[in-house]
């Protein structure tokens, strides 16, 4: 199954949103995301480095976001980056999605399948 993948040509919301979440997901207790790439921001929680500052870009980011884009610690990146999701994936819109591509002047993703734009209206318009 050959899918194409928006995102690889994307990361908008690699700089766009703090990343942030329980430090037990670190290495050192025991889980995936590596230490060196994490602040502390509260007692509980930590941010992906370069997401807790402006300009905001994740410092686990490589490439050129609205180019071509890898994250460069994809197997051990932590529970909110596997939750988000592209638009449209498994049929689901995402508004932060939309967001963060409008911030990089990206227009938003469409569903696979469809024929005829049909924009969801709720949010701030793009103009293609
Ligand atoms: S903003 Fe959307 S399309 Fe872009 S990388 Fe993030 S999830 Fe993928
Ligand atoms: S860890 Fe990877 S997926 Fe998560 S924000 Fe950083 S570059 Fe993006």
């Not at 899918?3 to 997901?25: H, Q």
């Not at 602040?39 to 997401?51: C, D, E, F, L």
């Not at 909110?80 to 002047?105: K, L, M």
């Amino acid at each position: 199954m050959s899918e194409y993948n928006p995102c690889l040509d994307c990361g908008a919301c690699c700089g766009y949103f703090r990343v942030s979440f329980f430090w037990g997901e670190c290495q050192s207790a025991g889980g995936l995301v590596p230490d060196d790439l994490v602040v502390q921001i509260n007692p509980t929680r930590v941010a992906m480095i370069g997401t807790d500052a402006k300009p905001c870009r994740c410092i686990g980011l490589d490439g050129e976001i609205g180019k071509q884009v890898a994250c460069t610690l994809y197997a051990n990146r932590s529970t909110p980056c596997r939750e988000f999701e592209a638009s449209w994936t498994h049929g689901v819109y995402n508004p932060s999605c939309d967001a963060a591509r409008a911030h990089y002047g990206l227009a938003p993703l469409t569903p696979p399948e469809a024929n005829e734009p049909h924009w969801p209206d709720d949010d701030g318009a793009a103009v293609a």
